[in-house]
Antibody
Framework: EVQLVQSGAEVKKPGESLKISCKGS????????IAWVRQMPGKGLEWMGI????????RYSPSFQGQVTISADKSITTAYLQWSSLEASDTATYYC??????????????WGPGTQVTVSS | QSVLTQPPSVSGTPGQRVTISCSGG????????VYWYQQLPGTAPKLLIN???QRPSGVPDRFSGSKSGTSASLAISGLRSEDEADYYC??????????FGGGTKLTVL
């Protein structure tokens, strides 16, 4: 069974750093792209970027380029999303999801439960 | 404001057929596949329609997707109370990013 297990909820202060995780299991982790999607409170879905754990090829949405870093450690089948300096506007739920097929023709067929990040002073 | 345009809300009564539209452009829907996601309250999104009109395993055939030019539609027939959710269309863009629609809240009256 394909599973994406995300790290738990975080409460941080503005300016702090954060790294959240998404552990894949039940499939060949290095053979599928993993995407990150943001959902701000009461709002819609936003594409942040995507990584191919097999070779760490990473692509960012222009809206998030330079704002976050996506990485992966294939030895422990885990993808990461990190911030160096959080802002209150980063408060959201962050989902990881697996792309079921090739880049540009795949859908997000399995999703993690989401990690809620709250940034408040 | 999303590049893919969806109505903010639709509603229907049990057993009815409803459709949700998604309008885009030549660089996204017009030249790439469309996907539909269902998000039940308090849960992660779920892939409902893959690559324009394919239903993943386990998705009832009450759900169907179609596309014409730069627009796409999700149809739900035999509406049920458990279909009450937010629905998002999505499409790859020629810039190699995924665009999401703003989402449509379906209310079953």
């Amino acid at each position: 069974e394909v599973q994406l297990v995300q790290s738990g909820a975080e409460v941080k202060k503005p300016g702090e750093s954060l790294k959240i995780s998404c552990k894949g299991s039940g499939y060949s982790f290095t053979s599928y792209w993993i995407a990150w999607v943001r959902q701000m409170p009461g709002k819609g879905l936003e594409w942040m970027g995507i990584i191919y754990p097999g070779d760490s090829d990473t692509r960012y949405s222009p809206s998030f380029q330079g704002q976050v870093t996506i990485s992966a450690d294939k030895s422990i089948t885990t993808a990461y999303l990190q911030w160096s300096s959080l802002e209150a506007s980063d408060t959201a739920t962050y989902y990881c999801a697996r792309l079921d097929y090739d880049f540009r023709s795949g859908g997000l067929d399995h999703w993690g439960p989401g990690t809620q990040v709250t940034v408040s002073s | 404001q999303s590049v893919l345009t969806q109505p903010p809300s639709v509603s229907g009564t049990p057993g009815q057929r409803v459709t949700i539209s998604c309008s885009g452009g030549s660089s996204n829907i017009g030249s790439n596949f469309v996907y539909w996601y269902q998000q039940l309250p308090g849960t992660a999104p779920k892939l409902l329609i893959n690559r324009d009109n394919q239903r993943p395993s386990g998705v009832p055939d009450r759900f169907s997707g179609s596309k014409s030019g730069t627009s796409a539609s999700l149809a739900i027939s035999g509406l049920r109370s458990e279909d009450e959710a937010d629905y998002y269309c999505a499409a790859w863009d020629d810039s190699l990013n995924v665009l999401f629609g703003g989402g449509t809240k379906l209310t079953v009256l």
